[in-house]
């Protein structure tokens, strides 16, 4: 199984700041098959990014994904207060498909 | 607008059985694969089940595998998991899911899901 770990657990950024969270595999995800999840409390998951860096349909541009084999990035270029959140990588390379613990980002 | 709408859910002993509904509206179910995804209190996603477009094949987590059963009735746009001999740890909300239209098993689309508690 590969174990994803995401770091830092927690990020506390102000509004208009940049993001940057990390996804670390414990093995190589080969096809890049990474993608990112944003969770607000009490809502279901959102789909941000597939495949390591391509933008789900209505995600702003204000997110990107990049890395390949077994490190790999989410980037907010500038944070908006609907941005604060928590983010989990999740891998579909291998199964059994398998999530990170997720990275809280919350307003400094 | 695509919707998944999930029911179900609800408190349990241990030892027991539940069936959880997905109801999916918006879109061509009999595209896309679907699964379910589960969190428990406080803890991260993780995945259950997927089921293939044909009402055929499902894949499991090996921890639950045996335990749940996925199913699918393309005629009601519709996903199931029979949960039996349920226990503590399986409490969690559980989710329903749709796959991306890529390759793979990431989900583009999720209800709001439906809480199940394994409590005596």
């Known amino acids: 199984e590969i174990v994803l770990t995401q770091s830092p657990g927690t990020l506390s950024l102000s509004p208009g700041e940049r993001a940057t969270l990390s996804c670390r595999a414990s093995?190589?995800?080969?096809?890049?098959?990474l993608a990112w999840y944003q969770q607000k409390p009490g809502q279901a998951p959102r789909l941000l990014i597939y495949v390591a860096s391509r933008r789900a349909t209505g995600i702003p541009d204000r997110f990107s994904g990049s890395g390949s084999g077994t490190d790999f990035t989410l980037t907010i270029s500038r944070l908006e207060p609907e941005d604060f959140a928590v983010y989990y990588c999740?891998?579909?390379?291998?199964?059994?498909?398998?999530f990170g613990q997720g990275t809280k980002v919350e307003i400094k | 607008e695509v919707q998944l709408v999930e029911s179900g859910g609800g408190l349990v002993q241990p030892g027991g059985s539940l069936r959880l509904s997905c109801a999916a509206s918006?879109?061509?179910?009999?595209?896309?694969?679907m699964s379910w995804v589960r969190q428990a209190p406080g803890r991260k996603l993780e995945w259950v089940a997927n089921?293939?477009?044909?009402?055929?094949?499902?894949d499991f987590v090996d921890s639950l595998r045996g335990r749940f059963t996925i199913s699918r009735d393309n005629a009601k746009s519709s996903v199931y998991l029979q949960m039996n001999s349920l226990r503590v740890e399986d409490t969690a909300v559980y989710y329903c899911?749709?796959?991306?239209?890529?390759?793979?098993?990431?989900?583009?689309?999720w209800g709001q899901g439906t809480l199940v508690t394994v409590s005596s």
């Open positions: 089921i293939n477009t044909d009402e055929g094949e499902g």
């Open positions: 093995q190589s995800i080969r096809r890049s098959y």
């Open positions: 899911a749709r796959n991306g239209p890529a390759d793979g098993d990431y989900y583009d689309y």
């Open positions: 999740q891998q579909y390379d291998s199964s059994p498909w398998t």
């Open positions: 918006g879109f061509t179910f009999t595209n896309y694969w």
